[in-house]
């Protein structure tokens, strides 16, 4: 650019002031810390005058229930966790800039559990029964300006129990959020992306923008779009004038062509984003960002699913909300690490069960690549608790099905809505068309304001009487269990692409075994019976011989699954072990035995299954441990992929060679313990792929940290320190359950502490925790800037010290 002097110092101070009025036109701002929680309730605590100078001071997100001792006589029961709900309230006190007059100011909710009404200065806004639906309201008419202090205080009612069939968490435990906009903006969840036509060549992108005029007078604006590819380079730009209601909205329309367009994938997840301003007088008066993705896809009838064009099994697990120790208080490194786990085991997808997620959890997986099963109800006008969502099911499902289907339509992970699980309509007898009639309602409801993407309801009775599947409206066909039946599943229902939208249910203890491991048990033996031949202290076998009657083993449903072209993916339950549902036990069991990895994040032996099935990366797995009685007859097993064979040892004696025939996934060798070391090799084409030991471990004698990250970010962000019990060579103590004190310096704190334990009584608030089979975790987080120093000791064992890096 050759420009005299004087004009390019002009265009320097135009583009600075352009900049700075898009900067005040719109912000969102965090609206998580310094709130006031008391737990109870209590004299007007929504007044402006009210005293909370002895509530207690903390940052949000925030689960108090994850707080409160573990309680056999708690109404949430087992099922919740065994831990109590209650009712509680927050309160913060904020100042607003007097240049924010005229302006609009809206606080948005990601998420309360449950029943919460929100007060400003005293006035009530609302109140939302949904605990897991995204919510926002305006403060504008209610706001006090300048130095005069403002109080928002939210009443949280959890006290009605059992509503929730699973640990649900209590309190604020998702993101609040603070945006202020021009009285002429983007509406909330505004635009709607879509790609209708897309080839290697070019990609057709739809735009739909809602404009809200809070003004009470007419006006005409121009709706300006431009798109970014990940570089930042613009691909495409469009601009609309529109005459814009007053106190009202209205919607346009603006199309885009991107060339050799980069296309999402699970292997190669690409980000663009559209930039939307709008302009008055021409003025920027408002500017909005929307992260989208290119791709298409396909279900079909007899060959399963396809994404650009390509085949793709989609292989996933169901998971619940909780994040272990840090129980449902979302933290965004927490479900990063979780994913980055999954991932590499090979799961490419998840099932948002059974409820609405955190949005934090879609923009990861929009960026890890997952394919995602968007859930919206576990229940419907049938009660499956006292409390639950059916009490407010005629007045709400409408409003949070929309909401939740606007709020999350432009992520392009989510491949597919699910409007209901294992409901109980599903039982509607001849002439009772209750079921039918919602279902169909629901189908409509997504349709109208997303139809790019296909619905499903997961069936736990998919017989011929299920009022459901007759219906006939949903587009895919989906089973949870019953893997006997998927072979003729689509003969049976319309010829309709099928889907498992729920599998396994598979009972594991991470390290523990019983034999003989080719034993399967069924506990218990009927899903409403009592188990009567259980362990007595409550474990279950991380051999594949433990599930539940419903379900089925992780082998027995991977054998079926990966050889049946028409089933286009299945999710497991589930990915990770979660607060409740103890299945097969009672009390003192309080979490569940499903996931493929632990509460604590360690995983469990049939990850390394998955790995072996679901990846190309070289694996070879053996178990279990080496640390036996003498005499005792043991089953040695081997997971393995990438080789022809495996050979195992004992002490330098060869126990054979073994290799897997016909549909097997894994290998065994039944032999006699002797202490030493056990020794896999496996080979392909006569050349050795991997090698693996496993020693007989000494009593234990130290403390080792293996610290996932050294360095973190100040604030949220999370460091997870795995905690081994060793014996003085370093070998994992297989049985070691010494308890480990942690001390922190230099500032930091304890988000949790974790075993992965299913019946640890032991808080995860504390700074100390057993291991449980050789194992324990503590997570670190730090508020500030520095270096924090964790300590580990245990009396009798050589301590453990790691430094961790804040930014």
């Known amino acids: 650019m050759n420009l005299p002097l004087i004009k390019r110092i002009s ?32 004299t007007d605590p ?29 109404p949430t029961g087992t099922g919740g966790g065994a831990l109590r709900g209650g009712l509680g309230w927050y309160r913060k006190t904020f100042t607003v800039p007097a240049t924010t007059k005229g302006k609009k100011v809206f606080v948005d909710f990601d998420g309360v559990y449950m029943n919460s009404e929100v007060f400003i200065n005293g006035h009530s806004l609302g109140v939302r029964p949904n605990g897991f639906i995204s919510f926002r309201y305006d403060l504008t008419p209610y706001l006090h300006y300048g130095n ?3 109080i928002i205080a939210v009443k949280v009612d959890n006290s009605k129990q059992p509503n929730s069939r699973w640990y649900s968490g209590s309190g604020i435990y998702r993101n609040v959020w603070l945006t202020t906009v021009s009285d002429v903006f983007v509406d909330h969840w505004g635009t709607h992306i879509t790609t209708p036509q897309v080839d290697d060549q070019s990609a057709k992108v739809v735009l739909t923008t809602t404009v809200n005029n809070a003004k009470a007078e007419n006006g005409i604006v121009l709706v300006k779009t431009s798109l970014y590819d990940a570089t930042s380079k613009i691909v495409g730009t469009s601009s609309n004038n529109i005459a814009v209601p007053q106190k009202g909205t209205t919607n346009t329309t603006q199309q885009f062509l ?22 008055e007088n021409g003025k920027v008066i408002d500017e909005y960002t929307t992260t989208f993705g290119v791709r298409y896809f396909n279900f079909d009838i007899d060959k399963g699913f396809f994404l650009n064009g390509k085949h793709l099994k989609i292989r996933g697990v169901c998971d619940h909300h909780d994040l272990g120790c840090l129980g449902a208080a979302v933290n965004t490194r927490a479900l990063e690490r979780q994913l980055q786990i999954l991932k590499d085991m090979g799961c490419n997808a998840i099932r948002t069960s059974h409820n609405p997620p955190a949005p934090e959890l879609l923009d990861l997986c929009d960026k890890m690549g997952f394919v995602v099963m968007d859930e919206a109800f576990d229940m419907w006008k049938k009660e499956k608790n006292p409390y639950d969502y059916h009490l407010y099911w ?39 068309t209750l079921g039918a009639g919602i279902l169909r309602e629901l189908v409509s409801i997504v349709k109208s304001l997303d139809d790019s993407r296909p619905t499903v309801t997961a069936n736990n009775e998919p017989n011929s009487y299920n009022a459901l599947l007759k219906t006939n409206a949903t587009d895919l066909i989906g089973y949870n269990y019953h893997h006997n039946d998927w072979d003729s599943a689509i003969i049976k229902w319309y010829r309709k692409p099928f889907i498992v939208t729920e599998s396994v249910s598979a009972l594991q203890t991470r390290g523990h075994y019983d034999m003989p491991s080719d034993s399967i048990r069924r506990w218990p033996q009927q899903w409403d019976k009592p188990l009567t031949d259980a362990n007595a202290d409550l474990t279950c076998s991380a051999y594949e011989n433990c599930a539940t009657p419903w379900g089925s083993t992780h082998e027995e449903t991977l054998k079926v699954f990966e050889k049946l072209d028409h089933v286009s993916g299945m999710f497991i339950w589930t990915g990770f072990d979660y607060i409740g549902e103890p299945t097969p036990y009672p009390w003192p069991a309080r979490s569940s035995y499903f996931g493929i990895v632990d509460l604590a994040g360690f995983p469990k032996d049939s990850y390394y299954l998955y790995q072996s099935v679901w990846t190309d990366k070289p694996v070879l797995h053996i178990l279990p441990h080496w640390n036996w009685k003498p ?25 054979g060679v073994k290799k897997k025939t016909g549909d097997d996934l894994h290998v065994m060798w039944r032999t006699t313990f002797v202490p030493g070391t056990l020794k896999a090799v496996s080979r392909r084409n006569g050349k050795v792929v991997l090698t693996k030991e496993v020693r007989t471990a000494g009593a234990p004698a130290k403390i080792t940290l293996q610290v996932d990250r050294k360095a973190i970010n100040a604030g949220d962000d999370l460091s997870f320190v795995t905690v081994r019990i060793e014996d003085k060579d370093g070998n994992l103590v297989p049985d070691a359950s010494n308890d480990v004190q942690f001390k922190l310096s230099g500032g930091g704190s ?16 504390a700074d100390h925790r057993k ?8 997570v670190v987080k730090a508020a500030k800037a520095g270096k924090v120093t964790l300590t580990a000791t245990s009396p009798g064992l050589s301590s453990a010290t790691v430094n961790i890096d804040v930014k």
């Not at 965090?30 to 008391?38: E, G, L, P, T």
């Not at 991107?258 to 302009?279: F, H, M």
């Open 11 to 42: 265009l320097v101070l135009l583009l600075f002031v352009s900049a700075a009025s898009i900067a005040q036109t719109r912000n969102t701002a965090s609206f998580n810390s310094n709130w006031k929680f008391y737990l109870g309730n209590a």
């Open 631 to 655: 005499g005792q007859t043991i089953d040695m097993w081997a997971y393995y992929n990438n080789a022809d064979e495996v050979e195992l040892f004992v002490n330098g004696k060869s126990l």
């Open 148 to 150: 005069e202090k403002n």
């Open 750 to 765: 304890f988000a949790g502490v974790d075993n992965g334990c299913q019946t640890s009584m032991e808080s995860f608030k």
């Open 394 to 432: 005629d007045e709400w499902h409408k409003k949070d099905l929309t909401d939740q289907v606007m709020r999350d339509r432009n992520h392009p992970s989510v491949f597919i809505w699910s409007v209901g699980n294992e409901i109980i309509e599903q039982w509607d007898k001849d002439g009772d």
């Open 46 to 74: 929504q007044s402006a005058t009210f005293n909370d100078a002895s509530w207690r001071s903390l940052d949000l997100p925030h689960d108090w229930s994850i707080e409160l001792p573990f309680d056999s006589t708690s």
């Open 771 to 778: 291991a449980f089979n050789g194992l324990c975790l503590a």
């Open 258 to 279: 991107i060339a050799k367009p980069n296309l999402w994938s699970v292997d190669r997840p690409y980000l663009y984003k559209a930039v939307t301003q709008i302009l």
